[in-house]
């Protein structure tokens, strides 16, 4: 794929405003770049940019100029309190065109972007609710799932700009909100599925069952989940490597309660799973790899090292 | 595979007994006829005799009867009671030479296995504990897994045996019991993986999202689970097919919680799973597809037809 492309295979939406040059955001951008967007970028960390404009990107030293002339804004920041300083305080939404776009790609709690897209539709710019799933690996092979909620002629317009980034885009809702809670969602079972192989291993613990001879048969079996097979053997290890932290499903269970609470939707299962996190958090591991919500079944029992 | 090959890869064990001839387990005799182990089969109903010997196998016009001369005897009857009428009432167990060994792969809880093994062991035949998961399916394509718990030195003979009729197979352990408890272990998981499922369709509910749109987002995300992949279209179809039904998980979830009871085993997640078909079954839909566990949640909402 090469820059020259400029007219294949996207939509007339040519400049993009991309603010957020992280480890997912730098991939995504250089996927938009290659593409033959036209990407300004912007991120706090000044050391992003020779990166960036290697992959030939436009450097923009302050945020809101990342969103002169753009067609479409991408924000792939950190949460939401950064979304909304930089949209309502630094001045970037006044600088993006009228008939422009919002993307926020970034994970936050759906009333959160709720807020936010209010906000930017009063301001006269259209918004995309776009969080993604897939993390850096597949940030880096722009084989992001995407799940956006907009307007369908908004969705129209930005979904070439998205398939840039991933190769698995959803529209999974008109109303923005949705895709935040689509990711929310996805974190609920990814949650439950964690903890669910933790009270499998140390039920078999007590009858003495090798733990990795459990993983082992159920993640060929019809007990397998993406969780079991990708944290199984880290659930057994000593020092695990952590690839995401226990607090991590702490936070994004609690937000699975919240949305809950709000529609009015129980979710027992998921509250059980975030006890079992904090269990371990609480116990001063909060920073370990979130296989080790193994722990919290552990101390249940007192069964040390198993 | 031909009846020629009598010698190669398997043990020295070639006569085998087998007792239960249903869906699955004529199927299971068939791969141990094709592999050239000569086999005497019974079954309470006469009318499996013409599909069996069609497959090469040995009628035994009474249970006792396929046990004379077996290196192993194969149970794949329906439960426990069976078993234990099998051996220790109709003079099974009395017929098989005292060399040779039972090889129970009916589904049983735990504690009825280990009770089972040891008169068995008092009668000084081996047991191999060796419960499968696969369902008709795997046995139809010797694709079963199977969790056999028994001494090393019956495990190496029973080995192959088992090697004709599933592909994947386990040593779980040396304790007849703890195959069935990995058994019931997988169901924990299963059962908590279906519920989580209904879950998070019936969160999106309340915020209107399509359940089929995250149904095909989560089948390919880190939320995929088999049960979701394998039931997920069900969940949310009007009058799904059932190929297993609500009652068999408030069945199997409740084994769970009677082996975490008996082993002091906290199950918080199957706990509530258990619940939630419990309270289907109490709808009055224990006979519906277990998909529809979603109808608990449904009806917490009151949210008809979602």
């Not at 949705?178 to 969602?185: E, F, H, N, S, Y």
């Given at each position: 794929?090469?820059?020259?492309?400029?007219?294949?295979?996207?939509?007339?939406?040519?400049?993009?405003?991309?603010?957020?040059?992280?480890?997912?955001?730098?991939?995504?951008?250089?996927?938009?770049?290659?593409?033959?967007?036209?990407?300004?970028?912007?991120?706090?960390?000044?050391?992003a940019r020779a990166a960036f404009e290697k992959e030939g990107g436009i450097w923009a030293d302050a945020a809101k100029d990342a969103a002169l002339g753009a067609d479409f804004l991408v924000l792939m920041v950190v949460n939401v309190g950064q979304a909304e300083q930089l949209l309502f305080e630094a001045g970037v939404l006044d600088a993006l065109p009228k008939e422009s776009g919002v993307v926020l790609m970034a994970t936050c709690?759906?009333?959160?972007?709720?807020?936010i897209s209010k906000a930017v539709a009063k301001a006269g710019r259209s918004f995309v609710d776009a969080p993604v799933s897939g993390g850096v690996a597949g940030a880096a092979s722009a084989t992001l799932t995407i799940m956006a909620a907009c307007a369908n002629e908004t969705f129209a317009r930005a979904k070439p700009v998205l398939q840039a980034m991933g190769d698995k885009v959803h529209h999974v809702g008109s109303s923005p909100g949705?895709?935040?809670?689509?990711?929310?969602?996805?974190q609920l079972l990814c949650g439950v599925h964690l903890a669910a192989a933790a009270e499998a291993v140390s039920l078999g613990a007590q009858a003495d069952i090798d733990p990795q001879v459990l993983i082992n048969i159920f993640s060929e079996s019809?007990?397998?989940?993406?969780?079991?097979?990708?944290?199984?053997?880290?659930?057994?290890?000593?020092?695990p490597q952590v690839t995401s932290a226990i607090d991590i499903f702490v936070k994004d269970l609690g937000i699975v309660l919240d949305a809950g609470q709000r529609l009015k939707a129980p979710t027992p299962l998921a509250s059980i799973a975030q006890q079992m996190f904090l269990a371990v958090s609480g116990q001063g591991f909060g920073q370990v790899d979130d296989s080790q919500v193994v722990r919290a079944y552990r101390a249940m029992t007192s069964v040390s090292g198993r």
């Open positions: 794929m090469t820059r020259d492309n400029k007219n294949s295979d996207r939509s007339e939406a040519n400049n993009i405003g991309f603010i957020g040059l992280g480890s997912m955001g730098s991939r995504m951008a250089a996927h938009l770049c290659a593409r033959g967007y036209r990407v300004r970028g912007h991120d706090v960390r000044a050391e709690p759906a009333a959160d972007v709720e807020r949705q895709g935040a809670l689509v990711k929310t969602i996805n019809s007990a397998s989940s993406w969780m079991l097979r990708d944290r199984g053997s880290r659930m057994i290890a000593g020092e």
